[in-house]
């Protein structure tokens, strides 16, 4: 049984519109809520990150939101640009230190110039 | 050379080799972890290392042995491996957490892409 789950396979956004990529989950014992983006041929890297007590963290243009009681998070690009196309996972961590990550399948986000 | 490299970044195998994946960080970090990605699935924690010793084991096949000599190196032995074990096997590290430090973020290698004929 996933406790992660990306719905949404794939999603693909105008360039300078704003991209809204899922992410809900089961276990409300989770106390940090990460995304990562990955290119082709290279490995995930660490994008943004929220932590269990708050509901909003803006980072340029990468906004994520916590909504602890519908178990959901959300990343937001705004403007989307070409070069955002990616594979983007969220990932959850916790309860504790030296929790583990759960991913999820991950969204294939492509931004049309 | 800066972040985490593995090598081979491909890899085609029978059955009846036995090979192994090299992960290497250059950041200093006190935990590795392997990772295994297979098509339409999330990422799988296969093994954990902080400071060298084995705190996770998620339940991994015997034909895959990892080992970690150092805090800087990292390596997956394969032994006897199955077509379903093709894969990307990721490497990550990261400097760990206290409940205190914030997210745990790890740096991942680019991966090592393993085809088991």
């Known amino acids: ?113 | 050379e800066t972040g985490v490299t593995q090598t081979p970044r491909h890899l085609v195998m029978g059955m009846t080799n036995k090979k192994s994946l090299k992960c290497e960080q250059h950041l200093g970090h006190n935990a590795m972890y392997w990772y295994k990605q297979s098509a339409k699935k999330p990422l799988e924690l296969m093994f954990v290392y902080s400071l060298e010793e084995r705190v996770e084991n998620n339940s991994v096949p015997s034909r895959f042995s990892p080992e970690c000599p150092n805090s800087s190196h990292l390596f997956l032995h394969l032994h006897t491996l199955q077509p379903e074990d093709s894969a990307l096997y990721l490497c990550a590290s990261s400097q760990g957490r206290t409940t205190f430090s914030g997210a745990n973020v790890l740096t991942f290698g680019a991966g090592s892409r393993l085809t088991v004929l």
Request: aromatic letters at 12%; a positive charge.
């Open chain 1, 1 to 113: 049984d996933q406790q992660v789950k990306q719905n949404s396979p794939s999603l693909s956004v105008q360039e300078g519109r704003i991209s809204i990529l899922n992410c809900d989950y089961t276990n409300s014992m989770f106390d940090y809520f990460l995304w990562y983006k990955k290119y082709p041929a290279e490995g995930p890297t660490f994008l943004i990150s929220i932590s269990s007590i708050k509901d909003k963290n803006e980072d340029g243009r990468f906004t994520v939101f916590l909504n602890k009681s519908a178990k959901h998070l959300s990343l937001h690009i705004v403007p989307s640009q070409p070069g955002d196309s990616a594979v983007y996972f969220c990932a959850l961590e916790g309860p504790g230190a030296n929790s583990k990550l759960t991913f999820g399948k991950g969204i294939t986000l492509s931004v049309r110039p």
